[in-house]
């Protein structure tokens, strides 16, 4: 198909895999984003089925883990069929960081990922995340020891810079290159705008194409379907993209980039009976990991992401948020396998 000419990222048509350390992954890849309280396993697993090439671990307090705290070593889960897989680790202490590196590499994922990017309060006031772009000389000496810490390779996922004037981003990747960051995550947004705002992936696709970097960049921020990943890769190259909220109760979302990526055509959204089969799945490995009670309130917040675009399920949708057990839950499902027909009531009238 022709239609690969038109993307920005063709560039890497003579990178057939992108390497991070020793591990290939496919030209262009797709990766699951790291998000708090959403990328545990069970969702992890799920994405990768439906196509995404990298999954990456929530944040882990590197605090918690040297603790042993078990909400921290739950979190490093793993399962044979996640591979590749990251684990991601937050904090401001080298020694610390180094400690718990050290602990996640036992744990046995493919990377470790560090978090130089989160703006939450709560992360930031200890000096970790995204408290880091205010002083890259830290953030580089911690990713030094880590790099050193382990023998798995590393990755940074961090921002343009703290603010509107310190868009840094090409001085850091540069100086975490240096200190042995094996690829390199970007979300087009500074520590200040938090969220705001448009991520802009200018910054992002001039890092990847400066001379002296070699390590993979990939893209982070607002690919929500089909529509602003390709839009995007046309215009901005980079080595693949990083993929949060859009994918959050819409796993399909890698299979439909990969897909239009490949043969510039749209599939169908999945049906209702398709959608229902691996929500299902989704909530039978939640309750099995963490317990009923526990996978039930975590799962509200994927409703919405897999009910998208059907007519009448706003009703279903408020039960479910308020079913008690996981009996009410399969009920409300029920009810919903029986609209029809299905296919009638998707929207699937966006052409590209
Ligand atoms: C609920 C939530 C939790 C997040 N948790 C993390 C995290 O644990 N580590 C991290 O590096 N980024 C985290 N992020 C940032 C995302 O990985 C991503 O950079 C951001 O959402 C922009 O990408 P998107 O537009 O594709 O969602 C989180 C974002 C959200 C919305």
């Not at 590749?84 to 990377?111: F, N, R, S, Y």
């Not at 995550?185 to 992936?201: E, F, L, M, N, P």
């Not at 399909?252 to 999945?270: A, C, D, V």
Request: glycine share 8%; aromatic share 6%.
């Amino acid at each position: 198909m022709q239609i690969m000419a038109n993307f920005a990222g063709k560039s890497s048509e003579f990178r057939v895999l992108v390497k991070i350390g020793a591990i290939e992954l496919p030209d262009y890849p797709l990766i699951l984003a790291p998000m708090e309280n959403f990328t545990d396993l069970p969702f992890r697993l799920i994405c990768r089925e439906m196509g995404a090439d990298l999954v990456i671990s929530e944040f882990i307090s590197s605090e918690g883990l040297i603790r042993l705290a078990k909400k921290s070593r739950q979190k490093m889960t793993m399962e044979a069929n996640e591979h590749p897989v990251g684990i991601q680790i937050v904090g401001h202490d080298e020694e610390h960081m180094k400690e718990a590196v050290v602990l996640a590499t036992e744990a046995g994922p493919d990377l470790i990922d560090l978090n130089f990017g989160c703006p939450a309060r709560k992360v930031v006031s200890k000096g970790s995340g995204a408290a880091l772009l205010a002083d890259i000389d830290k953030m580089v000496r911690i990713a030094a020891t880590v790099v050193r810490a382990t023998t798995l390779p590393v990755t940074a996922k961090t921002r343009l810079g703290w603010d509107e004037q310190n868009k840094n981003i090409l001085e850091i990747a540069l100086r975490l290159q240096d200190a042995g960051i094996r690829a390199l995550s970007i979300h087009g947004r500074t520590k200040v705008q938090a969220y705001k705002g448009r991520a802009d992936w200018t910054l992002i696709a001039e890092v990847r194409n400066h001379p002296a970097i070699h390590i993979p960049v990939f893209g982070n921020g607002d690919i929500t379907d089909v529509f602003s990943a390709g839009e995007i890769r046309k215009k901005y190259a980079v080595d693949g993209m990083m993929i949060g909220r859009g994918a959050v109760g819409n796993p399909w979302i890698f299979r439909e980039i990969k897909h239009y990526f490949s043969t510039g055509e749209m599939l169908p959204s999945p049906t209702i009976p398709a959608r229902l089969a691996i929500l299902n799945r989704h909530i039978e490995m939640a309750v099995a990991l963490k317990g009923e009670m526990k996978a039930l309130l975590e799962m509200r917040k994927f409703y919405t992401g897999y009910f998208k675009g059907i007519a009448g399920i706003k009703l279903y949708r408020a039960k479910l948020v308020t079913a008690g057990n996981w009996d009410e839950v399969n009920q409300i499902l029920g009810e919903i396998s029986g609209m029809a027909p299905a296919d009638d009531r998707l929207k699937q009238d966006k052409q590209i």
